[in-house]
């Protein structure tokens, strides 16, 4: 009796994760989200000039999704890893870092290669 108990328990937590998996899975914020948001402010933090709408709509977006810590830290993460091994100048550095108030964010964090994305909030 006490074994089908924990059989019945142990198959309620299996399906339990299986439904609750493409939720949890759903909620993270990908390395590929990170790329489709900011890939239209490429051109703009490459060479300058005018903003792209496209790009302040995918910073908006992503900032929009990147709900929880974890996300954010995330975010971070991919966005350090993209650039890591890409020759950048203090130009290039700049424009990046500007990007959220120049979008109408305000990011409690800096956007810089030193930022620990540990311990973004």
């Not at 900011?38 to 900032?63: I, Q, R």
């Amino acid at each position: 009796m006490a074994s089908s108990g924990v059989l019945k328990l142990a198959s309620l937590m299996l399906v339990c994760m299986v439904v609750s998996a493409p939720m949890a899975a759903k909620a993270a914020v990908t390395c590929g989200d990170v790329v489709n948001h900011l890939m239209p402010c490429v051109s703009y933090v490459s060479n300058g000039g005018p903003l792209p709408d496209a790009c302040c709509n995918g910073v908006k977006g992503l900032y929009g999704e990147a709900q929880t810590s974890a996300d954010r830290q995330n975010v971070c993460k991919c966005i350090k890893s993209a650039v890591n091994g890409i020759p950048y100048s203090d130009f290039n550095l700049g424009l990046a870092s500007g990007l959220p108030d120049k979008c109408g964010l305000h990011l409690p964090y800096k956007i810089s290669p030193s930022t620990d994305c540990n311990k973004v909030q």
